[in-house]
């Protein structure tokens, strides 16, 4: 589904003078609003002929001390039919910090609005449950605020632990509500994954009301994007979606690129898309292998972290770790790829596809399994975009949204392939929507390989980004000087903010980075893929069994270093 | 006498010998660290080779807790409880920076190494550490406990000899 | 344009609801099992410690500190790679050399392994080649103060074995390969090819 018309949105015209303004200058349109206006506003763009922006992708605060109106609200919205972002801007005064919320126009809004109050403290009235979602109940203050110490911490003790009591709304079975039990699962719970806490109200064993917690992993990585210069901060997106760091990698490196004003250079592209595959097909064999877990299928699980293995091996060539690769760089990548790159890509496309192939075959027409996923979970294309989904998942409720396809990045225009699309919208599509995704992934691989390796640098042949060779830096006193300042002062970035995007494994992964032109970045925001489609899991699980919700979460692929940063 | 003590001492040898050749891990894990242990008790290193794949998640039925991935401050009354809920004999490895140290993350929500709240037996360093780093942490700690037991014995023994003497006193 | 408002789940074709696949599934159990009995040595499983991995020479472990042909440290306490790790678990303390063409030296250079998140920017930053990584992962420590690892430790490793190099600034077999690459003596893929099909084992080297 490539979007057919790309207009720039016109400033509407029914608001009064001076309320919407157009901020010139920025890298996609940004109106700056007052809040006043700022809900009437969301409503005409999400339902306007003209606007259509239905999908809520990030919202965000920034804080400006030097500025009167000193916290901003950002968001970022996308228009799926007509493939065109906005920015809205909502300037708020550090006295009043309080915005209208826009839950009701954007479902996706809820989780976002909490952390924005967690962050920074902006309050959204309407908000019917306000509270901190990243960090803990004893916290005090907003972490995110320039004036927010970042080792200032606050101790949790275990009687201040929330402990939440979803009540289902009132209604109809009220007569038998004695038979009600209230049940904690997590956050150390096999089920969920690591660091999910999900209390449930149940009736018999059918979840009536859910509350979902949480931030158990909330490791704090915008407030250390602040404090470390820009090429420190690879290493950190390593961590965010840690099943495929390589595409975190990618994805931030091309969003300073381009606020830099440079390209890789052809070779660096080439394997970035290369690396950038193979890790998806990781992240596919990690969710599907524990969703599969969670249902009781434990062979897959085995068989599809060979894969896994076998890509480590290559990652490990070219970059030195197995997981955590930091071989992005800004400008390119850390160091060439390794001579036998090609040799080793050819051999992993031999290795991979045949163990994808017994997955399949044990469980793509088990009826044990269709039992447990099909209809379990569901959620059609309409309520998920407002829930602001993206990635595999949306595409298994029939919504066709690709970042590679719709704006293609890197050499994916280039290539032949196509966007799997399901309708089913349960965990049974997600799961097929991976398993077609990896073999898009394989062909989209082998394709580039044909294409022979092109020749050249692998990092753009630029000092004031790039460190000069280490030869050079031996031998010449410019490159030595160049080096020097390099790393003690880091790169340093013009003024601006921009959003740039990558499909990453489990939908779109944005970078909103403002600088200051100083050596490290003013503010870094991760526009998380399963932040959202986390925030649904509440309305995903009620009405299921409590067996449901485990393979629902799998399903989702919720990973924690990317929700909680 | 002389007999009671020895087989007291074999007895414990023997409950030794078994306690370190087969832990029943239960897997802290929270963020990147999880995947590596997942690699680790997975086919390619499999850990059953010696004796621990028996991973249950419940902390009663495990005696060796291997935290894997960040603690926050969130967190840790978590495993403080998880780990207190744990019957002794029990052991704790730390596996990775963020559980060693914090890493990196010198931050408001994270806690700097879990030993603010747990004892810990085996820190293993990495940022993950490799599947054989853990396995090497683990090994290193069966010979910590193997060291334990020994020195457990020889103390029994010694105090046995002696309990033997004021016997003969008596 | 409008989204699906409702889902159209997966419809079980007769075989499947007769549960009839799950025959094929057990043929692909049955088959590994039958393969991994007749076969000698496990397909996969690595038996460490008697076995290792081969991890390539870029394999980012151990730090070594290296040496002049004097023996004496070749860092001149620059604090270059101190600025640069994101994790700051370098400390250094820089002493005046006595030799005059040395600037300087470190008294102290201590590498906290606890904190260090192997991520290779101290090999990037060094202008020396003074500090590079090993392929030595077999680390674990009882206690906080043994992980702080000082310059004489730090030494260590590259004298024992020069095959344990890891992740460095610069890989001259590498650059040689890249070299006859070039000139067309070598077709890399065709060699992995010869390689595989000599040996029927499936190559630890190139599986990782």
Sequence with gaps: MAPTVTVPTPLPEK????????????????????????????LELRDGPETQFDL????????????????????????????????????????VPTLPSLIDVWKACDWFEREAWDMFGLRFDGHPNLRRILTHEAFQGHPLRKDYDPARRWILTEDKIYRPHPQPPEGEDDDDIFERMTINIGPSHPAMHGTFRVVATLDGETIVASEVEIGYLHRCFEKMAETHTWQQVIPYTDRLNYC??????????????????????PRAVWARTILSEFSRIMDHCVANGSTLVDAGALTNFWYMFQPREEIYGLLEACSGARLTVSYGRIGGLSADLPPDFEARCRRLLEIIPPFIDDVDGL???????LDRSVGVAAISGEEAVNWGWTGPCLRASGVGYDVRKAHPYDLYDTVD?????????????????RMAEIRQSLSI???????????????????????????????QMESMIYHFKLIMDGIQVPPGERYSMVEGANGELGFYIVSDGGGKPYRVKVRPPCFPMM??????????????????????????????? | MIGESWITTQIAALEGWAQRNSFWPLPFGTACCAIEFMGTVSSHYDMSRFGYEVVRFSPRQSDIMIVAGTITDKMAPVMKRIYDQMPDPKWVVSMGACACSGGFYRAYHVMQGIDEVIPVDVYVPGCPPTPEGLMYGILQLKEKIARSHRAQAKKEDSRGTDGDRSDAAA | MSHPNEVRPYRYSLSEKLYLPLFQGMWITLRHFVKN?????????????????????RFRGHHILTTRPDGSLRCVACFLCATNCPAECIHIEAGEHPDVNIEKYPVVYDIDMLRCVFCGYCVDACPEDAIIMSNNYDMAFFNRAQSIVSKEDLQKPYTVDPSVLGYRPSYPEEDAMRARLREGVVDLVEEARRRHEASPEPPKAAAG
């Design chain 1, 56 to 95: 809520m992708l990030d919202l965000c605060g920034t804080d400006y001390p030097e500025r009167d109106q000193r916290f901003e609200a950002v968001y970022h919205l996308y228009s799926l039919p007509r493939g065109e972002r906005l920015r809205l801007k909502v300037p708020v005064t550090e006295d």
């Design chain 1, 535 to 565: 925030s649904t899991f509440s309305r995903l699980i009620e009405g299921g069994t409590v067996s449901d919700a485990v393979v629902s979460l799998g399903g989702l692929n919720v990973i924690a270093g990317e929700l909680e940063r």
């Design chain 1, 445 to 475: 691989i082998r394709q580039l390989l044909d294409r022979g390796m092109p020749e050249g640098p692998v990092i753009v042949d630029d000092p004031h980004i790039a460190l000069p060779s280490k030869e050079a830096c031996y031998n």
């Design chain 1, 15 to 42: 608001f009064p003078e001076g309320t919407v303004v157009e901020q010139e200058g920025m890298d996609q349109p940004t109106w700056v609003v007052q809040r006043e206006v700022l809900k009437d506003l969301a």
């Design chain 1, 363 to 369: 469980i793509a027409k088990n009826r044990i399994w």
């Design chain 3, 37 to 57: 009995l007749v076969r000698r040595k496990p397909e996969y499983t690595i038996e460490y410690p008697e076995e290792r991995r081969q991890y390539s020479h």
């Design chain 1, 417 to 433: 392939w196509e966007v799997p699309i399901f309708h089913g919208g349960d965990v049974h599509d997600r799961y097929r929507v």
């Design chain 1, 244 to 265: 495929s760091s390589f595409i975190n990698n990618v994805a931030y490196c091309k969003t300073v690129e381009t606020m830099l004003g440079i390209e890789a250079p």
